[in-house]
């Protein structure tokens, strides 16, 4: 079992406590064998920081993992209440059968010739022809009411082209 927080702070304190009489006056240690002390311990502490990196990443990847199998998982789940397999080859085979990643409604292939993706820009009541998707509803231009001074202006405009 645990140690319950009281023990923990009281193992703290005593391991601390003979970690401060290890360690002797700075004054009474000569200058080499201190250098010599300070180089250990910056070799240990860059190590100890080199392995905490890599345990992180190494942490990271496993979540990621997880996550992956969790959702095969989940896949394979929902594919499998649809689809029992028929053939008997594939059943006896050695390896598992092969499990889709990607739904067949994540992703349309745009099966149009040049031609036609160039009159999509071209004509501008063109719209992109997937298979077993049905075309937008119809688009209408937005029709902008003009003012009455520009109404007056046109009419004005038309007449003086009717006496010309």
Same mark, same amino acid.
Not at 79 to 94: I, L, P, Q, Y
Not at 141 to 146: I, L, M, N, Q
């Given at each position: 079992?645990?140690? !319950? ?41 860059? /190590?100890?920081? !080199? &392995? ?34 028929? &053939?008997?080859? &594939? ?12 739904? /067949?409604? &994540? ?30 509803? !119809? ?26």
């Amino acid at each position: 079992m645990g140690m !319950t927080k009281d023990q923990q702070e009281d193992a703290k304190k005593v391991f601390l406590v003979g970690i401060r009489n290890g360690i002797p006056e700075g004054s009474s240690i000569p200058p080499d064998e201190l250098k010599a002390k300070i180089k250990e311990l910056h070799h240990r502490i860059c /190590k100890l920081e !080199t &392995d905490k990196y890599d345990l992180e990443k190494r942490h990271e990847r496993q979540e990621y993992d997880l996550k992956e199998l969790n959702e095969r998982s989940r896949q394979v789940a929902r594919n499998s209440n649809g689809n029992k397999v028929a &053939d008997s080859s &594939d059943s006896n085979s050695r390896f598992p059968p092969k499990v889709q990643i990607l739904s /067949k409604y &994540d992703r349309q292939i745009d099966r149009r010739n040049f031609k036609e993706r160039r009159s999509m820009y071209e004509n501008k009541n063109a719209f992109p022809c997937f298979p077993g998707v049905a075309p937008p509803p !119809t688009l209408f231009e937005k029709v902008f009411k003009k003012y009455d001074y520009e109404l007056l202006e046109e009419e004005e405009a038309e007449e003086v082209e009717e006496y010309e």
